[in-house]
């Protein structure tokens, strides 16, 4: 046979079930783990498997007596099958957009792979704070959480509408989601701790409240939290993006400043549901109910925001700290270095009287002094 010039025998894609190869199409994996489920739906004998994924269960309001009444949900074990299948989604929505926006965003760039890493995380957070900031609120609005605050707890426990108890689900895949993108996304070694740690809190954070009832106030805090954080990955992301110095040190102080407020205001919150109101309606517990206003719940919930606010405090405090020293040091390197290239640009030759004369006068000058010099000897 004759070989075609120019043509490489060589096979670019990866073996089957390898890393590299699940790596690069876990998305296209992901999303036909997820199609068995919608097909499910399709055929007669596996529907109702399917819906127990799919949808949202634990309906408590009836048509019969109030037709026209929204519905209402409560929670139950149900609830788990719909964070699974919604993982799914989060997991085929996150490698669209990190393979269609974020890397076409990233390659006009040029970054180096330190910055790489930390746009693309910042990207995705950014993406996802945003949205559930534009959720939340829409829900604080719908169900006036934040004009009347004192039904947060004369009406505990309070039951879910289908656009609070989705959010929860969505929140709780999200956070599952971050552990298999570790793998996915090549997270180096050093980072996979803190970024861990980062997707084990907000998924406690989260399951806390929807397993307690306090889904209302979680809610309220949820979408502060998320604010603080935005600006904060906005500012990171203008500063890999722009190339203004002035820009990039106006986005980092408003950041600074409305992330203060939001620990601020979180801690308010906080201890006007847990420590004032709550106590107000304070009863034993009630599993079936699902009440759970007793001091030691409520005590152990403003404990543990408490002490999250003033780790994210110390943190942010230590931060600054850091970076005003480097600043100082970096600007006391520049005036050192300033000072000595002048220091060697003063140090010329010594000027003689003659050097300010004219060359005529200076060889008239000369002869005259060779000529007083013979005389005296």
Known sequence: MVAIK????????????????????????V???????????MVQATSPWAYTFIALHHNVTSDIEEPTAPIKYATGWKDACAV??????TIVIHAVFQEYVFDKISKRLHLSKVKLAKFNESSQLVLFYVLSVIWGTDII?????????TSLWTDYPILLTFSSKLFFVG????????????YFQRVKREDILSRAA??????????????FNFQQVGILLLVLHYVGDVVLHGARIIHFVSKREKMVKLTFVVANSIYVLVRVASLAVAA??????????ESEIDYDAGNFNIPLVRFSALSVIVVFEAYLSYVYITRQIKRTRE??????????SKQKSKKKEGKKPALSEDDDLPEVDQATKKNLRSRSSTKAK
């Open 6 to 29: 120019g043509r490489k025998n060589s096979n670019k894609n990866p073996p089957i079930f390898s890393h590299e190869f699940v790596i690069q199409n876990h998305g296209d994996i």
């Open 198 to 211: 980062q997707a084990t809190v907000g998924l406690l954070f989260t399951l806390a409240a929807y397993m």
């Open 171 to 182: 929140q709780l895949s999200y956070w599952l989601h971050c552990y298999p993108e570790l």
């Open 272 to 281: 006007l549901v847990f420590l004032y109101g709550l106590s107000q309606v």
């Open 31 to 41: 999303s036909c783990v997820a199609l068995i489920f919608v097909t499910g739906l």
């Open 327 to 336: 600043n100082t040091t970096t600007v006391q390197v520049v005036t050192k």
């Open 84 to 89: 699974f299948f919604y993982f799914l989604i």
């Open 141 to 149: 609005i719908r169900e006036d959480l934040l004009l009347n605050m």
